[in-house]
């Protein structure tokens, strides 16, 4: 029973430090840092007021210099930064943060971020216009963004659906209307005027003729003696 036991404890304490081993990989490569401010700070594009915040990578092997800032938490996004690779001669153990002076009465700007025992960190990219004014307070040239900031993709929010593709309605072609339309009758064309072939004259004489044969039978039947 004894054996068991021990075995067992063994067993226990080798899952307790496999599991701080998995949760300082995880930091290690999130940089999750959480920091207290005092007083109100200015970001890019953005000013925190008083309070405890998480500063973390965002999660892109692609690229290694943005920086996302969470509430206390670490559930609720605050902004996302764009930075460029800085680096120190001296590696500390503890978070360092550097500020940009800034005209009295207004918000220390946070210009770079280290964690603890690297000795790159990240210097943060401002607007034209904010990089502009701390460039010349601190005669020192501020980095510039040259593009709009990269937000983060929430990957539990459902995908927008895509939209309708409009369908065009059928066009009827026209219908031509079939009228019963009668022929026209053939008109008959008139005969033809045959010509003529022959003279009236031949006529004129059988009718001389005739009548000269009746008048030599009349007076033929005048002369018989009665």
């Known amino acids: 029973m004894k054996a068991v036991r021990r075995l067992a404890l063994i067993a226990f304490a080798a899952l307790i430090g496999a599991a701080g081993l998995s949760g300082v990989h995880a930091d290690e490569w999130s940089k999750t840092t959480k920091v207290t401010f005092s007083d109100e700070v200015q970001v890019p594009g953005k000013v925190l007021p008083a309070g405890t915040y998480t500063f973390r990578l965002m999660d892109s092997p692609s690229n290694r210099h943005i920086v996302q800032v969470f509430d206390a938490d670490g559930t609720h996004l605050i902004t996302t ?37 690297d000795n790159f960190g990240q210097e943060f990219v401002y607007p034209k216009q904010e990089a502009a004014e701390l460039s010349q307070v601190n005669n020192t040239v501020v980095p510039a963004e040259t593009e709009p900031t990269p937000q983060p993709v929430d990957e539990t929010a459902p995908a927008p659906a895509p939209a309708p593709v409009p369908v065009p309605e059928p066009v009827a072609a026209p219908v031509q209307q079939q009228t019963d339309v009668q022929p026209a009758p053939a008109q008959e064309a008139p005969p033809p005027n045959l010509p003529q072939t022959g003279s009236e004259l031949p006529l004129i004489g059988l009718a001389g003729l005739v009548a000269l044969s009746g008048a030599l039978a009349l007076r033929g039947f005048g002369r018989q003696p009665s």
């Open 81 to 117: 930064i764009l930075a460029i690779p800085n680096y120190q001669l001296e590696v500390s153990g503890h978070t360092i943060l550097a500020f940009a002076e800034r005209p009295t009465g207004e918000p220390e700007a946070l210009k770079a971020w280290f964690y603890p025992g």
